[in-house]
């Protein structure tokens, strides 16, 4: 089992930068690619960002390139996300979670959640 927590976020305006960081409990992270999703309200999730279990792959949503970084310590068995250039529509719960076999962008095959924490834009 892993236990996944994440923290970081807040209310922000617009152009503002964030870092949100989702630590692990209970087994390392090593063994897992990690994801970071969003939902907004009135809205599906969506994939954010993901990196691969060494941390040499990444992949990012259209709307967030070039703006979010998503990174790993594995010393710490915590993933971050910086977010720079914020902007209102990135305004959502956004939630990290755990994958064994590659960096999906789907939701289904991520095995474990974290509970999510809420970044709000203002513009």
């Known amino acids: 089992q892993v236990q996944l927590v994440e923290s970081g976020g807040g209310l922000v305006q617009a152009g503002d930068s964030l870092r949100l960081s989702c630590a692990a409990s209970?087994?390392?992270?090593?063994?897992?690619?990690m994801g970071w999703f969003r939902q907004a309200p009135g809205k599906e999730r969506e994939f954010v960002a993901a990196?691969?279990?060494?941390?040499?792959?990444?992949n990012y949503a259209d709307s967030v390139k070039g703006r979010f970084t998503i990174s790993r310590d594995s010393a710490k068995n915590t993933v971050y996300l910086q977010m720079n250039s914020l902007k209102a529509e990135d305004t959502a719960v956004y939630s990290c979670?755990?994958?064994?076999?590659?960096?999906?962008?789907?939701?289904?095959?991520?095995?474990?959640w974290g509970q999510g924490t809420q970044v709000t834009v203002s513009s």
């Open positions: 209970g087994r390392t992270l090593s063994i897992y690619h």
């Open positions: 979670a755990a994958a064994r076999g590659t960096l999906y962008t789907q939701i289904g095959p991520y095995e474990y």
């Open positions: 990196i691969s279990r060494n941390g040499l792959s990444t």
